[in-house]
């Protein structure tokens, strides 16, 4: 018999949460949208690690998709996602109903600043304030003592850690490092809807990410590299690319140069109709 526990609504929750506490367990919360790959799963190995009590959270939130057919095209595979955690040894996965966390008269939005400005926050508008609060949500929920985030979703890391601070929240925020296919490709799970022609395509994208990243690290000025990279994106099938920006690593400025301190590159372009984002630190070479 697996650990594995599913439960969706707050109220069985709580109640599995708090026979946890009585007994001085710690908990870890990775918050997910599902359509889970090793990249998930690294976050939860991560947890298993750290905490006595390991909580998966599936919610494909609609409050943070601005596009209707973006939200209905988004990948749900919750039996597979189950089964993946069985040997992942998480304890709970929780997925509650938009409902159960919405509920009829909620009225209530989180609104992070600085780090959201530009970058997704520009393309998606929003968004990070449907992220915002149900993070808030989902922490509090979780009473976690930690939670785990990607590097892969590094504004929406920074915007995370902005929240807790701001608000007290009482959860440390674990960065976790982004796992790559073996093109370079990070894993998500929009990928599933690349077909396989796109799928080849995509690992261009990395490729013009590190090859930038370590253009500029040698001391190439930004703004030259930067053009290159995206015309080497499109030329490589990318039909899109909303922006390709190198952003001061920890608020997330616009810099043109290193001397402020660690930067990271940021991207995000459409292979077809889908939208992948990466990212990669920029250090002095
Ligand atoms: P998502 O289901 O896409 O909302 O992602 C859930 C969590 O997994 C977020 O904290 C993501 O940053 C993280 N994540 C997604 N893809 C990766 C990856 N390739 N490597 C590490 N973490 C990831």
């Known amino acids: ?22 007994a001085g367990l710690t908990v870890g919360v990775v918050p997910t949208m599902g359509a889970l790959h090793e990249g998930h799963l690294s976050l939860v190995e991560r947890a298993r690690a750290e905490t006595d009590r390991v909580i998966v959270t599936l919610f494909v939130n609609p409050r943070q998709f601005n596009s209707a057919a973006d939200l209905a095209a988004y990948p749900r595979t919750e039996g597979e996602d189950f089964e993946r955690l069985v040997p992942a040894g998480a304890h709970i996965l929780y997925v509650p109903d938009p409902e159960e966390v919405y509920p009829p008269g909620f ?71 982004t796992l790559r ?21 995509a690992g261009a994208l990395p490729r013009a990410l590190f090859d930038a990243a370590g253009r500029i690290g040698a001391g190439e000025a930004t703004s030259p590299v930067l053009a290159s990279a995206r015309e080497a994106l499109l030329a490589a099938g990318f039909s899109r690319v ?44």
């Not at 526990?5 to 009585?22: F, P, S």
């Not at 785990?148 to 608000?167: C, H, M, N, P, S």
Request: overall charge neutral.
């Open 1 to 22: 018999m697996s650990g594995l526990r599913l439960i969706r609504t707050r109220r069985d929750l709580r109640a599995e949460i708090g026979a946890w506490k009585a």
């Open 181 to 201: 296919d073996s093109d370079g490709l990070a894993m998500s799970s929009r990928n599933r809807r690349l077909s396989p022609q796109e799928r080849d395509l």
């Open 107 to 177: 009225a209530t939005t989180i609104s992070v600043g600085g780090v959201t400005q530009g970058l997704c926050g520009a393309f998606r508008p929003g968004h990070f304030d449907g992220v915002a609060t149900v993070v808030a949500k989902l922490l509090l929920q979780s009473q976690a003592d930690r939670a785990y985030f990607g590097e892969k979703d590094y504004q929406q890391l920074l915007t995370v850690q902005r929240l807790v601070a701001d608000l007290d929240l009482p959860t440390r925020i674990v960065p976790c490092p």
């Open 242 to 285: 909303e922006y390709l920006e190198l952003r001061n690593a920890a608020d997330l400025a616009p810099v043109e140069t290193l001397e402020g301190g660690p930067a990271r590159l940021l991207v995000a372009a459409f292979m077809g109709e889908v939208r992948l984002i990466d990212n990669v630190p920029v250090t002095m070479a």
